[in-house]
C-alpha cells in the first residue's frame, strides 16, 4: 500500500510541476525553486511530515522534500540554541543530498564525457 | 520613429508569434509526469525499505541513505547518457524527484569538464542547481526564523 501512495503523491507533486512548466510558463528552474520554498512552507505550518508519514519515497524523493529537510534541520537545532540554531542547523538534514550530489557530480564529470 | 509606434509593432510581433507557437499539450505531458514521476518515486520507496529492512534506519532516518542512492543513480544514467534522453520525454516527471537536481548537476559538471577541474567543473557544477539551493536556504531561513519566534514569544 505504501507503494501506491508513493506513486500517487509522487506522481501529483509531478503534476504541479508540469502545470507550473506549461500553464504558468515558468522556466524549469523557476519551477524547481518554487517548488523547494513550497516544502519550506509547508513544512512551516507542519503539513508536510504528515504528508511524508502517508506517502513515504511519494514525499521524500520529489524535490519539495528539500526544502522541508533545510525547516526541518533549522528547527532541531533552534530548539536547542535558539535563533543562531537555525544557521547552523540549516543543512544538518539536507547534507546526505547535497553532499552526494557534489561528489557523485565531480567523480562523474572525471569519468564521463559529453555526450551528443 | 516614435515610441508608441514601435511598441505598435513589438505588440502586433508578439500576438504574430503567439499564433504560431505551438499549442502545449498539458493534459498528455501531465499524464506523462504524473507516471514517469510516480514511478520514479515508487523505486525510491523501494529503495527506502532496502534499507530499513537491511540496516538499523528507523523510518525517519531511512530517507537520508534513499536520496543518496536515488542521487547515484541519477548521476550514472545521466554520465551515460540516459537521463537526458529520457528527461527530453517525461518532462517535469524526471526532473521534479531529486533525480532530476543530481542530474541538472552532473550534466553541467560534464559538460564543462574541457574546462578544466577548477573553472570547468567547480564552477559550473551549480549553475543549474544554484537556484534551488539559494531559494531553499533561505525560505527555509526565513520560516525556521518566524516559527522559532513564534515558539518563544508562545513560551
Not at chain 2, 41 to 59: K, R, S
Request: glycine share 12%.
Amino acid at each position: 500500500m505504501m507503494y501506491f501512495w508513493a506513486f500517487v503523491v509522487g506522481g501529483l507533486i509531478c503534476v504541479i510541476g508540469q502545470l507550473l512548466i506549461d500553464v504558468a510558463k515558468l522556466p524549469p528552474g523557476h519551477t524547481l525553486s518554487a517548488l523547494v520554498v513550497g516544502g519550506a512552507v509547508l513544512d512551516g505550518i507542519g503539513w508536510y511530515e504528515p504528508l511524508i508519514d502517508f506517502a513515504g519515497a511519494g514525499a521524500t524523493v520529489p524535490i519539495t522534500s528539500f526544502g522541508n529537510s533545510l525547516v526541518h534541520g533549522a528547527m532541531a537545532e533552534a530548539e536547542q540554541h535558539g535563533i543562531v540554531g537555525i544557521i547552523t542547523g540549516i543543512f544538518e538534514v539536507t547534507s546526505a543530498g547535497i553532499s552526494a550530489a557534489i561528489i557523485f557530480s565531480f567523480l562523474a564529470a572525471l569519468i564521463f564525457k559529453p555526450k551528443g | 520613429m516614435g515610441q508608441s509606434s514601435q511598441e505598435d509593432i513589438q505588440k502586433t510581433y508578439q500576438q504574430f508569434a503567439s499564433k504560431d507557437e505551438p499549442k502545449r499539450p498539458v493534459i498528455m505531458n501531465c499524464i506523462k509526469a504524473f507516471i514517469i514521476g510516480g514511478l520514479i518515486c515508487v523505486i525510491g520507496q523501494a529503495i527506502q525499505n532496502f534499507y530499513l529492512y537491511n540496516f538499523d534506519f528507523n523510518e525517519q532516518t531511512a530517507s537520508d541513505p534513499t536520496v543518496a542512492t536515488v542521487i547515484l543513480i541519477a548521476v550514472l544514467l545521466t554520465g551515460f547518457g540516459v537521463y537526458d534522453k529520457f528527461a527530453q520525454y517525461a518532462g517535469a516527471g524526471t526532473a521534479v524527484p531529486v533525480t532530476g537536481f543530481a542530474n541538472a548537476m552532473a550534466s553541467a559538471a560534464i559538460e564543462h569538464r574541457t574546462e578544466g577541474p577548477v573553472f570547468g567543473i567547480g564552477s559550473n557544477m551549480f549553475k543549474l542547481a544554484g537556484p534551488v539551493i539559494v531559494f531553499g536556504t533561505t525560505a527555509a531561513f526565513i520560516v525556521a526564523l518566524v516559527k522559532t519566534i513564534i515558539i518563544q514569544l508562545g513560551g
